[in-house]
């Protein structure tokens, strides 16, 4: 018999899965090693389990009797009640009949000519189904303790996550307990009261705070009691699963005293989250996380009276919410004890286990009993635990070796008709994951009543869609702090996995919207076959990097009207307006405003001096705003950034301003300054020629006008120039324009705007307006040519690149994959750029030293 859907696993998964698949008419099975429905809370008995995220919260949200009849007596609930509720949802939905216990699923392999999956289990039978649906958890699967003679010791051995059903009894016995994450941080103070002895083998120490728990707070009653339906739609789009205030605020824009009152409510909540959303920069900023370390350190030691117990117990490795942190109830207070000690395995490491204990590099101890909390081979673990075999017998413990690949988290290319509920590439463990397993059982139903709907037989990711997905995830974690630490998120806690970043980071409001709208965009990017033939509309559904993506939201939910429907005054207002609170960008040695002879009267500049001696090159920046917005102080952060990075003198310099002044004003201005600054670099605290241009947008197009006037001047001498999205031509008819003329803050209309302030339509053709129109580029000094993806002036900076590189300029091209005009600029905003910025720095600094850049560029183009 063949049925439709075969599911892995019985915990919060896949019961849900179960029960929304049957209710829909899918003949549905799940088989499931343990001896009962509950999942992780069938396996982690061990003394002290309960949930981090609120019962309230962790908790189905699908049937509105069920949140009725089921009242949780703590707000974090124990492993026994929790067992009890999944229970209870098993006999309320009558789904034991179709899970089958006690058996385990060892291979599953697709015949592509009976369009169906053979699944085998330990008992030896095959099981045929459409369709294969690992609900098999992401911390299911043990790991084995990578210490030497795990098998030699005779005392008793337990494994928090394989906790036996009948009690276990440590009272005037010698424990130990080798591992500090969330599971020996619950149960250290349990095991702590019985034990005659307790020793703590702690490799690396972790973030801890007090859960307060106590019975559901009145607050989080009210708040849900007020409207369930309403606090549970809050919690699917919110960034955790958990509804919650986020602080738009930057950590270090407030001050100490108001940092510190942030950071006691967030430790006074007793909330798993709070940290993480008490600024908006806390998970992203190295410096603004530090500030969260620091105060838990703080509280570290403000519990721990011996102070070298206090220092080893805190985490110095990581930056908080990088491994995951813990709940706790009294696990510092528990080393005030007189028969607990602590020992760090970082200053004296695991040699062997014993027939009587464990050897350190220094000590032996005998113990009878050792606790094992050691963790999971977490997400890909339990799914490539099974010899899963795809089209053409392919493997996928051997496609994910590297890492697994998958679109959305869900499917993976290769695999037709097979999903993962909560797998890597979905925001799953960095979620309240009750939320996160609705949403995909939710998702995955809907799609199979589609296909049952369209007769469609297959469905499975193309390669296109996976690889962008596989991207969009791993550029959200690159701009967060995570992939620093070596945690179980990263593979760092399995011994050879390969290290990459496992979850979804994006969020899970964020990711839901995805999720609907691949579904909404015909599902795009999924292939399907069917009786009346195949379908495919291919496409990547995340093209920007994620930081602009969030930006675009920003600014799109301010509602303000397009600036070329402003007055100048208006939109010069505006542009100083969006500064206002902006992240200044880093510490420079010196700065200095001045003013400099332009060429019809004197022009502000502002010069940043590096901390390091002089004296330096010089890099003359111009500022952009199409020549009409903007001045010497506009693009502060990122001339900060520059300064810092290329170890260069950078000076701003302003220039008139359209209409007021229109072409070649500005253009005169420029070379003007930079006539000046070049005689006088020494006084500037310069080196004499050592003198390079570089400007953004408008300011890009200056910088070049402005080495082409050098170049034909012969004076004064140019290093080398660096143009961020310039403008090089008044031809609106290039496909960047087309393609990103609208949504991505420069539009077609804004620069059509600009060009009418700036310049005469006759004007426009002239080399110093478009210096792509110049007769001959040859001789012009090295260029770094960089661009941004959805940029509208993206097409005419690569055929400048392109003019440059076949006059025999050195020219390197920079193209920045998922950034808007004004990315590259928004230093700690857009931080997915700061690759970019750190590339423009070293081309910089390469212009100055002899032949560095030179080879760059060939290697460039
Ligand atoms: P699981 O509950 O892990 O169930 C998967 C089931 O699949 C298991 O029973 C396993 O035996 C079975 N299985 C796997 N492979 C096979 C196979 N090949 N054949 C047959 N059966 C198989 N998350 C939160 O959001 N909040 C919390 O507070 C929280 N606390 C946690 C506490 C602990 C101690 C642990 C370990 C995890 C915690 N988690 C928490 C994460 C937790 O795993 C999920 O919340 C949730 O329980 C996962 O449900 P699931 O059904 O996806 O997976
Ligand atoms: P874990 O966080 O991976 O912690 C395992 C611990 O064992 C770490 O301290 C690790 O040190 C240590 N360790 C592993 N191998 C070791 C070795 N060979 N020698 C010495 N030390 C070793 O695992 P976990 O505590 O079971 O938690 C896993 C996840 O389950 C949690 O992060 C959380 O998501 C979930 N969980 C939640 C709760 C809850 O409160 N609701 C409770 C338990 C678990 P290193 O860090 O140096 O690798």
Not at 163 to 188: E, L, Y
Not at 384 to 409: C, E, F, H, M, N
Request: glycine share 8%; with cysteine.
């Amino acid at each position: 018999m063949v049925i439709d859907v075969l599911g892995v696993g019985a915990g919060f998964a896949g019961l849900y899965l179960l029960h929304r698949l049957r209710s829909l008419g899918f003949s549905t099975k799940v088989i499931e090693s343990a001896g009962d429905v509950g999942g992780t809370w069938y396996w982690n008995r061990y003394p002290g389990a309960r949930c981090d995220i609120e019962s309230l919260d962790y908790s189905y949200s699908f049937d509105r009797e069920l949140e009725t009849e089921w009242q949780w007596s703590e707000r974090y609930a124990t492993q026994p009640e929790i067992l009890r509720y999944l229970g209870y949802v098993a006999d309320k939905y009558d789904l034991r009949r179709d899970i089958r216990f006690s058996t385990r699923v060892e291979s599953a392999s697709w015949d592509h000519d009976a369009l169906l999956w053979r699944i085998r289990t330990d008992n030896g039978d095959e099981i045929l189904s459409r369709f294969y649906i690992m609900a098999s958890g992401c911390l299911s699967l043990p790991k084995t303790p990578d210490i030497e003679g795990l098998d030699r010791y005779r005392g008793d051995s337990y494994y928090t996550g394989r906790w036996p059903h009948d009690p276990v009894d440590f009272s005037g016995k010698r424990v130990a307990v080798v591992g500090t994450g969330s599971s020996g941080i619950q149960s250290i103070p349990i095991i702590a009261e019985q034990a005659a002895e307790l020793t703590v083998f702690q490799r690396t120490p972790n973030f801890s705070r007090p859960a307060y728990n106590g019975p559901v707070s009145a607050a989080k009653r009210a708040a849900f009691g007020a409207g369930p339906a309403a606090y549970r739609e809050a919690a699917r789009w919110s960034r955790a699963g958990v509804p919650m205030e986020a602080n738009a605020t930057r950590a270090l824009q407030a001050s100490t005293q108001e940092r510190l009152a942030t950071y006691e409510a967030a430790y006074a909540s007793g909330d798993l989250l709070a940290f993480g959303a008490a600024y908006a920069d806390i998970l992203l900023s190295p410096q603004a996380n530090e500030t969260v370390c620091e105060f838990l350190r703080n509280k570290i030691r403000s519990i721990v009276r011996d102070p070298e117990t206090a220092e080893a117990l805190c985490p110095r490795d990581h930056f908080y919410g990088a491994k995951r942190p813990c709940l706790d109830t009294s696990y510092y207070e528990t080393y005030n004890l007189p028969h607990v000690r602590l020992v760090d395995v970082r200053k004296e490491p695991l040699r062997t286990i014993t027939e009587k204990g464990i050897d350190t590099a220094s000590r032996s101890f005998e113990f009878d009993a050792i606790v094992f909390a050691t963790g999971f081979d977490a997400m890909t673990g339990p799914i490539v635990a099974v010899d899963i075999k795809g089209r053409d017998g392919q493997s996928l413990a051997a496609k994910w070796a590297d890492g697994p690949k998958t679109y959305l988290g869900l499917t993976t290319h290769g695999f037709p008709n097979f999903f993962t509920i909560t797998g890597p590439g979905s925001p799953s463990v960095l979620s309240n994951m009750a939320v996160s397993i609705e949403q995909h059982v939710d998702w995955v139903s809907t799609c199979l009543t589609h296909m049952r709907e369209q007769r469609l037989d297959t469905i499975e990711p193309t390669p296109l869609a996976e690889a962008g997905w596989v991207q969009h995830v791993n550029d959200c974690a690159d701009i967060t702090v995570f992939p620093q630490a070596n945690s179980w998120y990263m593979g760092a806690n399995v011994p050879g996995k390969t290290r990459v970043f496992l979850p979804y980071i994006g969020g899970v409001g964020r990711y839901r919207a995805i999720c609907n709208d691949v579904a909404q965009q015909n599902y795009l990017g999924l292939a399907f076959t069917g009786r009346d033939g195949a379908r495919c509309d291919d496409g990547l559904i995340c093209r920007l990097q994620p930081d602009v993506s969030m930006l675009l939201h920003f600014i799109e939910s301010l509602g303000m009207p397009p600036r070329e429907t402003m007055s100048v005054t208006e939109a010069r207002a505006q542009s100083i307006a969006m500064r206002t609170g902006r992240p200044p960008g880093p510490d420079v040695g010196e700065i200095i405003d001045a003013t400099l002879p332009g060429a019809n009267g004197p022009l502000v500049y502002r010069l940043y001096r590096p901390s390091s001696r002089g004296p330096h090159p010089i890099l003359v920046y111009f500022h952009g705003g199409g020549w009409v917005i903007g001045s010497y102080d506009s693009d502060d952060p990122f001339c900060r950034d520059l300064c810092v990075h290329s170890d260069c003198i950078v000076i701003s310099t302003d220039y008139r301003h359209a209409p007021e002044a229109r072409f070649p004003a500005a253009i005169d201005d420029g070379f003007a300054a930079t006539c000046w600054i070049a005689a006088n670099a020494e006084v500037l605290g310069g080196e004499p020629s050592k003198l390079a241009m570089c400007g953004w947008s408008a300011g890009g197009n200056i910088a070049a006008v402005v080495c082409q006037m050098a170049r034909d001047a012969d004076a004064p001498l140019i290093a080398g120039q660096v143009l961020i999205n310039p403008v090089t031509d008044c031809d609106f008819t290039r496909d960047s324009y087309a393609m990103n003329g609208s949504g991505y803050l420069l539009t077609t209309s804004l620069m059509q705007w600009f060009w009418d302030h700036y310049a005469d339509a006759a004007d426009r053709t002239n080399p110093k307006a478009s210096p792509l129109r110049a007769p001959d580029l040859r001789g012009l000094p090295p260029a770094l040519v960089v661009t941004c993806e959805f940029d509208p002036l993206r097409d005419e900076g690569l055929a400048y690149a392109e003019a440059l590189a076949s006059a025999g300029v050195d020219v390197r091209y920079l193209p920045n994959r998922g950034q808007i005009h004004t990315s590259l600029i928004s230093v700690d905003i857009i931080r997915s750029g700061s690759g970019a910025r750190a590339e423009i720095a070293a081309a910089v600094r390469g212009f100055f030293q002899n032949g560095t850049f030179i080879s760059d560029c060939r290697r460039g183009l």
